[in-house]
């Protein structure tokens, strides 16, 4: 059971390398903050994993609490920020549905 | 024994639905289709893995145990509940941004 703890913790870390990839070449900006919302959830995993393996799940299962807050409360604010850091384009959007009324 | 067989089936599971979810991302042509990937792929394997593990600990029921698997379960839930809002905070700062969906080559042609 030991061996498939880390069989499980090494392949959610190999499947962050392909993640990786997606930050660093993403098109746009939001493309890099959604890779790195889901390498967030993979690292909440990874970090009980880790607890399972040390035999401390108690203290590791505080710490992946924490990360999910923290990626939570991120990933929000970084939603937040490209709302309101637009003006033209939400006045242009504004502007476009005038004609219609 | 039976217990050790589920919770290998649920993390191999949950394995699985994490390379969907890397594969989507990595492969998916447009903005929405790889937020799409990445929102569900990883609420469920993070499920599946999570309960798959909470089983593996309850091996030992003590009670320091039943807590730590009541804060992982209490993390399943926490992230079943934020991660689509946070997908569906970022498609909505997309989608005022402009970026624009992607389209099939003959319907792009069709438009033309």
Known sequence: ?101 | MIINTICIFLVSCGLIFFIGGAVGIIRFPDFYTRMHAAGKGDTCSMILILTGLSLYILHEPTTANFLVVGKILFIALFIMSTSPTSTHALIKAGFEEGIKMWKREDEKEGQE
Do not use: W
């Not at chain 1, 703890?5 to 900006?29: Q, S």
């Not at chain 1, 710490?63 to 850091?85: E, P, Q």
């Open chain 1, 1 to 101: 059971m030991e061996n498939f703890f880390v069989f499980a913790g090494v392949a959610i870390l190999a499947l962050m390398i392909p993640i990786i990839y997606r930050i660093l070449v993403g098109p746009t900006a939001i493309d890099r903050i959604v890779a790195v919302n889901v390498i967030g959830t993979k690292t909440t995993v990874l970090l009980i994993v880790i607890g399972m393996l040390y035999e401390r799940v108690g203290m590791f299962v505080d710490f992946a609490l924490t990360y999910a807050l923290l990626n939570f409360v991120g990933s929000l604010a970084a939603a937040k920020f490209f709302d309101r850091v637009n003006p033209a384009k939400s006045f242009s959007t504004m502007k476009a549905e005038e004609p219609q009324e």
